[in-house]
């Protein structure tokens, strides 16, 4: 089945320095859509992205779609502690009616 | 505005019981959706539905059922709890199909554990 694979899976940061989590895909996407997961709670959406080559920001993160549609990134400039936690990228599959994730990058910041 | 609720938020099994986990959601959503989090596994994909009276497998079904029998309400079901079963589970529920890129609600998780 289709899978989104995301990298890395942990990374450390001191603060004030800026972090990317990766996510790829073997197949095209029709959207990808971001969630953060904050320690010991629930994910929330951030942002979808549909079109090929899209770009969004929102504050310090810049959210980027591959041409091709097959890749995606989340950037955060200048870490903060409150950035915190577990970021997962998500597309559709099952026939478009269910979300599936990538496994997650996890954030640690340190000040 | 209450969004999605789990209920219960925390449960211990002994192997081989069973027991039923509770998702509502008032938001009038078609799609509603359970996952299971793991340590380094992300978010699993168990069962979904497409509506009232409709389910389906996801990535990982086995060893659970699902019903649907309301539309605000999600049922996920462990006739007999394994080990292997102790995650973190979340039910999620979504406005319209995830191809058309909506924004899914999650509930606040449901801690199992299954000594």
């Known amino acids: 089945g289709q899978q989104v694979m995301q990298i890395p899976q942990y990374q450390h940061v001191q603060e004030g320095e800026d972090f990317t989590t990766y996510c790829n895909s073997s197949?095209?996407?029709?959207?990808i859509q971001w969630y953060k997961q904050r320690p010991g709670g629930h994910p929330v959406f951030l942002i979808q992205?549909?079109?090929?080559?899209e770009v969004k920001k929102q504050k310090r993160l810049t959210f980027q779609f591959g041409e091709a549609k097959k890749n995606s990134s989340l950037h955060i400039t200048a870490t903060q502690t409150t950035d915190v936690g577990t970021y997962f990228c998500?597309?559709?599959?099952?026939?478009?009616?269910?979300?599936?994730f990538g496994k997650g990058t996890t954030l640690s910041v340190s000040s | 505005n209450a969004g999605v609720t789990q209920t219960p938020k925390f449960r211990v099994l002994k192997t081989g019981q069973s027991m039923t986990l509770l998702c509502a959601q008032d938001?009038?959503?078609?799609?509603m959706y359970w996952y299971r989090q793991d340590p380094g596994m992300g978010l699993r994909l168990i069962h979904y539905s497409v509506g009232e009276g409709t389910t389906a497998k996801g990535e990982v079904p086995d060893g659970y059922n699902v019903s649907r029998l309301k539309k605000q309400n999600f049922l996920l079901g462990l006739e007999s709890a394994a080990p292997s079963q102790t995650s973190v589970y979340f039910c999620?529920?979504?406005?319209?199909?995830?191809?058309?890129?909506?924004?899914?609600?999650f509930g606040q998780g449901t801690r199992l554990t299954v000594v």
């Open positions: 197949t095209t996407l029709s959207n």
């Open positions: 998500a597309s559709s599959t099952w026939a478009g009616t269910a979300l599936i």
């Open positions: 999620a529920s979504n406005a319209r199909p995830a191809l058309w890129g909506t924004e899914a609600f």
């Open positions: 992205l549909v079109k090929s080559g």
């Open positions: 938001m009038n959503h078609e799609y």
